[in-house]
């Protein structure tokens, strides 16, 4: 009875208040990409905010185009993310734009991003690549590349025989090496040649990398071979990233 009766009252005469919103139609509202678009973006900024939810990083140099915009709208995409609780953040000098999400003690913030932590063999792959990389960097080299078979000859140095048997070894290191391609912390030039990218230094930190150095230094025998590998959560939580959609 009161719906009835408040229904009754905002269509009474003399009262101009509508009881319904009417959809405006496509044809009337030229700003809107679709039928009752509310969103104020353009539809290549919102194609770049969509970019950023959906990827863990965007690059500069593989992504030239949506880089641009990123940049000439960083801030009203920033604002957008910040809306979701989720924090952009944009490294200009090596070209890489990635989101972190929000966490607050102060604050009840609902988690939209969860963490997707490396497997051991990734996380070994990482480690090797991060060094490869700072001595080449600190020797004044304009790049680092490795060959699949360099990589693989070090981290299955780290392989027991519990790990089960040297080829499917092989297979987890390679898994793990077409996982960073995709990621674009390195890129392929050639048939088992990649060249390290500068996303290697946001992944692993110079910090984390030196604990897990000395982690697996500890690992080693006195005759200097490595023995027990690290265990899944020990190396796991030194590869854990952020960014995909919860």
Same mark, same amino acid.
């Given at each position: ?8 009252d /905002? ?8 009881? *319904? ?26 194609r ?8 863990? *990083? ?18 009203m ?9 989720v924090?952009?953040?944009?490294d200009?000098?090596?070209?890489? /734009?990635?989101?972190e ?14 963490d997707e932590?490396?497997?051991r063999?990734e996380?070994?792959?990482?480690v090797?690549?991060?060094?490869? *990389? ?17 990589v ?12 089960g ?6 297979r ?20 088992g ?28 025998t006195?005759?200097?071979a490595?023995?027990?590998? /690290? ?5 796991v /939580? ?6 995909e959609?919860?």
């Open positions: 009875m009161t719906d009835i009766a408040l229904s009754a /905002a269509d009474a005469p003399g009262d101009d208040t509508p009881a *319904f919103i009417a959809p405006v139609a496509m044809e009337n509202d030229p700003d809107a990409l679709f039928a009752g678009d509310r969103g104020v973006l353009d539809a290549d900024v919102r770049v905010l969509v970019r950023i939810l959906q990827r863990r *990083f965007l690059l500069a140099e593989s992504s030239p185009a949506e880089w641009k915009l990123l940049l000439e709208h960083q801030q995409i920033e604002s957008r993310l910040n809306d979701l609780f924090r952009l953040v944009v200009h000098s090596r070209g890489v /734009a990635y989101k999400q929000v966490r607050s003690d102060e604050l009840d913030v609902p988690i939209l991003l969860k932590a490396y497997s063999a996380t070994l792959v990482l090797y690549l991060r060094t490869v *990389f700072q001595r080449e960097i600190t020797a004044g080299t304009g790049s680092a590349r490795v060959d699949v078979e360099e693989e000859q070090t981290v299955l140095t780290y392989f027991s025989e519990s790990d048997t040297r080829a499917s070894q092989q987890a290191v390679r898994t793990a090496i077409a996982r960073l391609d995709r990621e674009g912390i390195i890129e392929e030039e050639s048939e040649r990649y060249r390290i990218g500068p996303l290697i230094e946001i992944v692993l930190s110079a910090e984390t990398l030196r604990e897990l150095q000395r982690w697996l230094d500890e690992q080693t006195d005759a200097g490595p023995t027990a590998r /690290a265990t899944e959560a020990e190396l /939580a030194s590869g854990t990233t952020e960014g959609l919860a």
